[in-house]
T-cell receptor, first 115, second 114 residues
Framework: AQKVTQAQTEISVVEKEDVTLDCVYE???????LFWYKQPPSGELVFLIR??????QNEISGRYSWNFQKSTSSFNFTITASQVVDSAVYFC????????????FGGGTRLMVKP | DSGVTQTPKHLITATGQRVTLRCSPR?????VYWYQQSLDQGLQFLIQ???????AKGNILERFSAQQFPDLHSELNLSSLELGDSALYFC?????????????FGPGTRLTVT
């Protein structure tokens, strides 16, 4: 069975602070795929990043960066110099190679960035 | 804009009724997925279709069914509705051929059962 845990249900920061959202996953598949999605107050789910299990390089995209550590089964997401527009619920998701094509989502972390 | 469209955006109906949610995938995507987002269950996978055929099934109730048509749009049918079916229903599509790709989500249909 696959499982994704986002232990932080809610985080509140002040604008310009850095914030890291944690994601821990469980899977028996040797090949798998990890994702982050953003759900702003408007409700849609916006794709942010896909990471393959065989590629452990960390990635940076503007103020966003992702730290994938296979040894600890974690795929953490850091927002640098947070802005009010970053306020949203962020979901980490896992897709195995043998478990069908569905995404298994974590419970989400609600990030509130205050001005 | 993800390119995935869903209609209607909101739906209010009574218990015992039947509704149909519609989804059009991104141009060229053959896979369509349905997910349910509720407060108590979170985001859960319901069912996947690939080029008209059912590919994978998740926690979908027997009262729910789906299909994908030759033009690749999909419909999710929910019948004998209960209060607990109130949720946000998302459709997603992906263009994978072999290697898994990201799923792009539509704006969702918010279903309220009264």
């Amino acid at each position: 069975a696959q499982k994704v845990t986002q232990a932080q249900t809610e985080i509140s920061v002040v604008e310009k602070e850095d914030v890291t959202l944690d994601c821990v996953y469980e899977t028996r598949d040797t090949t798998y795929y990890l994702f982050w999605y953003k759900q702003p107050p408007s409700g849609e789910l916006v794709f942010l990043i896909r990471r393959n299990s065989f590629d452990e390089q960390n990635e940076i995209s503007g103020r966003y960066s992702w730290n994938f550590q296979k040894s600890t089964s974690s795929f953490n997401f850091t927002i640098t110099a947070s802005q009010v527009v970053d306020s949203a619920v962020y979901f980490c998701a896992l897709r195995g190679n043998n478990a069908g094509n569905m995404l298994t989502f974590g419970g989400g972390t609600r990030l509130m960035v205050k001005p | 804009d993800s390119g995935v469209t869903q209609t209607p955006k909101h739906l209010i109906t009574a218990t015992g009724q039947r509704v149909t949610l519609r989804c059009s995938p991104r141009s060229g995507d053959l896979s369509v997925y349905w997910y349910q987002q509720s407060l108590d269950q979170g985001l859960q996978f319901l069912i996947q279709y690939y080029n008209g055929e059912e590919r994978a099934k998740g926690n979908i109730l027997e009262r729910f069914s789906a299909q994908q048509f030759p033009d690749l749009h999909s419909e999710l049918n929910l019948s004998s509705l209960e209060l607990g079916d109130s949720a946000l229903y998302f459709c997603a599509s992906s263009g994978e051929k072999g290697a898994p790709r990201e799923q792009y989500f539509g704006p969702g249909t918010r279903l309220t059962v009264t």
